[in-house]
């Protein structure tokens, strides 16, 4: 059955470095998604890109972040300068129609 | 905006036991409704849907029936199993807003 996949599965960075996080989304889907988990708390969505662009974002989502589709099976996340409070889980999730989304396994993200 | 409400947890039961997990939900437009199961140290793995009122979603052992009338969407399984332990998720999409909106999640243990 086809996967959504992230790489990598954990990532450990300091304060204010560019963190990029990799998802390869499943391969027919159109829509690409990013969502954040900080520990203890809800999962909240981050961003959406479809043809080649964000379709929507939330406040999260501020200068910082960046998506991209470099190629044709990658999506990824960028975080500039990363800041303590950007540590979290980071779900990538992809969906063939603007329904059901499918979840990758997830990269959690530590700053110090 | 749209909103999940889900019963607070933690939830412990023995094996065999019954278990429900309220959600309840605040909507624009026509939503769609998820569970999802985060198992330890994994991702979100899509368990059920449903898209329209009175439609039942069921995986697993596991069920939910979209009442629109109470606007809740509530888990049930008849017979737990300790490798049910998970965290799960009640989560929407509606017309016009793909976006997936969660609940807090509701950790359940199972214990034999």
């Known amino acids: 059955e086809p996967e959504v996949t992230q790489t990598p599965s954990h990532q450990v960075t300091q304060m204010g470095q560019e963190v990029i996080l990799r998802c390869v989304p499943i391969s027919n889907h159109l829509y690409f998604y990013w969502y954040r988990q900080i520990l203890g708390q809800k999962v909240e969505f981050l961003v959406s890109f479809y043809n080649n662009e964000i379709s929507e974002k939330s406040e999260i989502f501020d200068d910082q972040f960046s998506v991209e589709r470099p190629d044709g099976s990658n999506f990824t996340l960028k975080i500039r300068s990363t800041k303590l409070e950007d540590s979290a889980m980071y779900f990538c999730?992809?969906?063939?129609?603007?329904?059901?989304?499918?979840f990758g396994p997830g990269t959690r993200l530590l700053v110090l | 905006g749209n909103s999940v409400t889900q019963m607070e947890g933690p939830v412990t039961l023995s094996e065999e036991a019954f278990l429900t997990i309220n959600c309840t939900y605040t909507?624009?437009?026509?939503?769609?409704l998820f569970w999802y199961v985060q198992y330890p140290g994994e991702g979100l793995q899509l368990l059920l849907k449903?898209?329209?009122?009175?439609d039942k979603g069921s995986n697993k052992g596991f069920e939910a029936t979209y009442r629109k009338e109470t606007t809740s969407f509530h888990l049930e399984k008849g017979s737990v199993q300790v490798s049910d332990s998970a965290v799960y998720f009640c989560a929407l999409t509606s017309t016009n807003d793909y976006k997936l909106s969660f609940g807090a999640g509701t950790t359940v243990t199972v214990r034999a």
């Open positions: 909507a624009t437009g026509y939503p769609s």
């Open positions: 999730a992809s969906s063939e129609y603007q329904e059901t989304q499918y």
């Open positions: 449903a898209t329209k009122a009175d």
